[in-house]
């Protein structure tokens, strides 16, 4: 009787735990293409808006080689990006 309840349970978990990690094991080789391949990184970055130049494109594969800037860590310029949408103060 109370397995009618537990197998599903235990199933979906597991399954939820299976699928998260994956996903993380297939985005981080997905990065790891990225960082080889220039094409790849214009493609993305096309598609959220940006249009990188070159020295851009150099910045931004730096950046992903040195782990996206994460804080603490020495030695790596942090490049800016623009800002998106309607930061700072609006006008009247």
Known sequence: MWWNWVIPIVTL???????????AYYLRKQLEKMQNDPQMLQKMAKQMGYNLNAKQMQQAQQMMKNGGGKPGQQGSAKPQMPPMGRGGKRRR
């Open 13 to 23: 978990i597991v399954g939820l735990v299976g699928g998260f990690f994956i996903g």
